[in-house]
């Protein structure tokens, strides 16, 4: 009979090996959905060689993802099978038994070892494939920087978060995800509300838009449906990329509209103010706030699970341990309970996704009755257009993955729903 160290090695291999095919399956069915033939109904937004290239930029992102999902998968079996976790931590505690220093030793040395493992797939993407369809801006400069400032960015928000959960740990045991769970309302809260702040200028130069036809529109659309703004940015992302893009953040004064000056540059002046008349209806049908309360909820049940599961007093503590060849601690067990909860998250999404699929659908109808839906909608159409997206992806793969309904279900639902 089986002890409980063997059925938790075993349930782990077992989930890792079942996502790892679901997830295969999905990608597969969705590349396989494309025809070397246009479809009829989009005819309308693409012609033939539009249309070839949006699929081979799409199969040359497969390739590279299925690649590296390969190489990840590979290297999790082999630190399974190695016990490779627990030679680690045993090198580690040579340094000190400190659980705190331990921990951030031990997931530094990881993503130092995943960013290695990353980087070259990471270079070839963005100079190699964003490069041969005309995306990429992004220069040898920017990448470093960017990397520099991503890893301090990690490990200062990463590592403070980590400490002080363990330490939280330390001082009140099983009971630590209440204060935990309170820890991450107001972080959340406070990313939620100062992102555009204090994070975004590390990467890009943000600037208030110029007065003109396009911030007379937009405040003249805010006013008729009483959303008060004074907060309209524009942000440098032609340095990185030709992608064209648009998001509301923050609550109360500090919430912003901010427009991608790709955005600005290259959609009319109806485009880009229905854009943002979609992003005001997310605001305004409340689901930014119902989003940001249903995260909460998420992570408030998934504390007091892992509460239970790491608890001292319960048996896989010890036994989590033992499946990595390591010693029994906090950090140890944390990441074996990721390991169990991993596929499980990615039936949870299904839930998140057909919600936030929903709100697309909602913040579309409200920019469509409210502005202008054949605006809005000739947007969408350049913005698939120039971001060479799948416009056919397969349906189950909507389901799992896609936030967003597809873009000839959004055509079809503001043209049932526009009022002009």
């Known amino acids: 009979m089986m002890n409980l160290q063997e059925i938790l090695f075993g349930l782990i291999l077992f989930f890792i090996i079942i996502e790892f095919v679901i997830e295969r399956i999905l990608h597969h069915l969705n590349m396989n959905s494309w025809s070397k033939e246009l479809p009829n109904e989009l005819k309308a937004f693409y012609n033939h060689q539009e249309y070839l290239k949006a699929m081979n930029y799409a199969l040359d992102n497969a390739r590279i993802s299925n690649f590296s999902v390969w190489i990840n998968f590979a290297f999790i079996i082999f630190i399974l099978l190695t016990k490779s976790i627990g030679y680690i931590d045993s090198l580690i505690r040579q340094v000190s038994e400190n659980e705190i220093i331990i921990a951030l030793l031990f997931f530094g040395l990881a993503g130092i070892a995943s960013y290695i493992i990353s980087l070259p797939l990471s270079l070839y993407s963005t100079f190699v494939i964003e490069e041969k369809y005309g995306f990429n801006k992004t220069t040898g400069k920017i990448f470093i920087l960017d990397s520099i400032k991503s890893i301090l960015l990690a490990a200062i928000f990463g590592g403070g978060l980590l400490s002080l959960i363990i330490y939280i740990y330390e001082q009140t045991g099983s009971f630590f995800w209440i204060i935990s769970w309170a820890v991450f309302i107001l972080f959340t ?147 074996g309970f990721g390991l169990l909860y991993s596929p499980i998250s990615l039936f949870t999404s299904l839930l998140m996704n057909y919600i936030s699929r929903r709100n697309e659908y909602a913040a579309d109808i409200f920019a469509a009755q409210k502005y202008n839906g054949k605006a809005l909608g000739s947007a969408l159409i350049k913005l698939s257009n120039k971001n060479l997206s799948n416009l056919t992806p397969h349906p189950l793969f909507v389901i799992f993955y896609h936030s967003h309904p597809t873009l000839l279900q959004r055509l079809k639902a503001l043209e049932e729903n526009d009022s002009h």
């Open 189 to 335: 809260v406070f990313i939620s509300m100062f992102y555009s702040k204090l994070i975004v200028p590390l990467f890009n130069k943000q600037k208030p838009l110029e007065e003109g036809e396009i911030r007379n529109e937009v405040i003249d659309f805010a006013a008729k449906v009483g959303f008060i703004i004074k907060n309209i940015f524009v942000i440098d992302g032609s340095k990185r990329s030709t992608k064209a893009n648009a998001y509301f953040t923050g609550f109360g004064r500090n919430k912003r509209i901010v427009l991608y000056d790709n955005l600005i540059n290259d959609y009319k002046t109806d485009e880009v103010v229905a854009v943002l008349a979609h992003e005001i209806g997310h605001s305004k049908l409340k689901h930014t706030i119902i989003g940001l309360f249903m995260g909460i909820f998420q992570t408030g049940i998934l504390l007091y699970i892992l509460s239970i599961f790491i608890s001292a007093d319960s048996s896989t503590y010890k036994a989590i341990a033992e499946v990595f060849g390591a010693k029994s601690s906090f950090y140890i067990s944390v990441i």
